[in-house]
């Protein structure tokens, strides 16, 4: 069977054609339909007729910085040109972006290329659904990420990050300097594998004994970058989100993806059905958030197991934010050593015990400021896009002046509007983290101050873990992971940059950005390691 080839020129005029008779359907759509129209905002000019700014913002080095530009010059709500015509409304405004995440699942939902992407990957679990069904699985999952479950599952991730040590300790035995070059960033992503196999589902992916899964050779496949005609079709698929379907090598990369997980997942549902009427069903219980589930579903002979098949495959979003996180904290960390000896004092006194979960919650401050910071700075997803389900008036801090010249203290959306609350741009900004905001300073979350960033809500006043009825269900998880590896790496070893401090830091496209030490091939952040004197 012969395989359908695609030029850029044949999706760029089967798209126009398809985006001229949806435009002319809109139209006269919206003309019978009638009722509200969204307030007319002001706004950076676009720069391409076909891709508005998308494609500026796509191609940028850092695009937080281009929002915030647009923010100083149009107000704290702005309008930003998209493909084909398109627009959508930036809110940066601490009411307005409270607003917008409360009403998540309900008033807004995803867009239809996100509704594509997840069920293409992970199927409709919770990522994927909205409004009462939303509510209704994240109930029933929510005992299985509570603090008691998070504590039964911190002996878990130390013995990750002990097994990574043994690889390292292994490197710097043979090595013949003070020393050893690693690259950090492909331990972190073994470290994480492994760690959420475990605790997740009670399965050993085993990277960190040298295996190869198969979800890792496509991850790692597909953080080698995308061609030109998958970036156009992934650009108008914001717009026409059937071109997603079209057969680019990225999309036939995310098939392979699906299709490795979709049988893991698999396995691991039947493995432990099967285990949960034997001898080896309390251990599942006491050691992966799929027996505490088993565990309730035994109790209640109404409620069906509830780590479906698509929740399983959500949990490898954790793996890809956890090693990203991880990363960046030993980038920061090496590149102001003073603060890396800092939190390696802190941490000195568990020389013979690793600290309890209860401890790495509330005994170690530094620890807890090093890991906030991170992940207020780097964020692994960058942005938040819904569409307003319903017409909607969303309140403002303060009034901004509209393209009509008109102060207003709110704005209205109508149905069907693309609203963003841009994460990295807001954890960043000035105007609510203070003048250092771009700044690795853990002091600050040492200090009570009144910052305007506890205007939002959110985790810790960051939106890291996003807000409102979406925020992020597993940020228990994700904070004892972080913080159980990264107490064992700093009290172990020194970590430096291969050209000092100043080693230049670059942004790696893949399924979410990564760092990369500029002029390295792929995702790789190679550092010297030595072991603590």
Not at 167 to 175: G, V
Not at 263 to 284: F, M, P, Q, V, Y
Request: with cysteine.
């Amino acid at each position: 069977m012969p395989v359908l080839e695609l030029r850029i020129t044949d999706v760029v005029a089967y798209s126009l054609g398809i985006w001229l008779v949806s435009k002319l359907l809109g139209y006269y759509l919206s003309k019978w339909r009638g009722g509200v129209q969204t307030t007319s905002l002001r706004g950076p000019p676009s720069q391409s007729a076909l891709f508005g700014l998308a494609r500026v913002i796509r191609e940028s080095e850092d695009s937080s910085i281009l929002t915030e530009q647009w923010v100083q010059e149009y107000g704290l709500a702005f309008r930003v040109p998209g493909v084909l015509g398109s627009t959508r409304v930036v809110l940066v405004d601490p009411k307005a972006v409270t607003h917008f995440y409360s009403r998540e699942t309900f008033g807004y939902v995803k867009t239809s290329l996100s509704k594509s992407f997840i069920e293409r990957l992970f199927g409709r679990g919770l990522l994927w659904a909205e409004g009462e069904s939303h509510r209704r699985q994240r109930r029933a999952l929510s005992p299985a990420f509570s603090n008691a479950a998070i504590r039964k599952l911190t002996s878990v991730f130390y013995d990750s990050s002990y097994k990574l040590k043994d690889n390292w300790d292994a490197m710097l035995d043979s090595s013949s300097g003070d020393g050893a070059i690693i690259d950090i960033q492909k331990w972190m992503n073994h470290v994480s594998l492994d760690s959420i196999g475990i605790a997740g589902f009670g399965h050993d992916f085993g990277s960190l004994d040298g295996k190869v899964p198969s979800v890792v050779r496509v991850f790692e496949l597909m953080n080698t970058g995308s061609s030109t005609l998958s970036l156009f079709v992934f650009l108008l698929s914001s717009v026409l989100p059937f071109i997603f379907n079209f057969p680019t090598n990225d999309n036939r990369q995310w098939s392979e993806l699906h299709i490795a997980m979709k049988s893991i997942a698999d396995d691991l549902l039947e493995r432990t059905r099967r285990e949960s009427e034997g001898l080896l069903r309390e251990k599942i219980e006491e050691k992966s958030i799929i027996g505490l589930l088993i565990k309730a579903e035994s109790t209640d002979t109404d409620t069906q197991l509830q780590m479906s098949q698509e929740e399983i495959l959500a949990q490898m979003v954790r793996y890809e934010t956890t090693s990203i996180s991880l990363t960046w904290a030993l980038i920061e960390l090496a590149r102001k050593p003073e603060k890396q000896q800092k939190l390696r004092e802190e941490l000195s006194r568990f020389s013979t015990a690793d600290p309890t979960w209860d401890q790495l919650v509330s005994e170690l401050p530094y620890l807890d400021s090093v890991v906030h910071e991170v992940l207020r700075l780097h964020p692994p997803v960058t942005d938040t896009n819904a569409v307003a389900a319903e017409d909607d008036i969303i309140p403002l801090s303060n009034p901004i002046v509209t393209a009509t010249g008109e102060s207003v203290s709110s704005i209205v959306v109508r149905r069907g509007t693309t609203v963003t609350a841009p994460i990295r741009t807001i954890n960043r900004s000035t105007a609510f983290w203070g003048p250092n905001a771009k700044e690795f300073e853990p002091e600050r979350w040492l200090e009570e101050s009144g910052i305007p960033a506890k205007q939002f809500q959110g985790h810790r006043h960051i939106l890291t873990f996003s807000d409102g009825p979406r925020i992020c269900l597993g940020r228990s998880f994700a904070l004892a992971e972080f913080k159980a590896a990264l107490s064992v790496l700093i009290r172990n070893y020194i970590f430096e940059l291969i050209d000092g401090p100043e080693t230049k830091i670059e942004k790696h496209r893949s399924i979410l950005p990564r760092p990369k030490v500029a002029g390295q091939t792929g995702a790789k952040v190679p550092m010297k390691v030595k072991r603590v004197a």
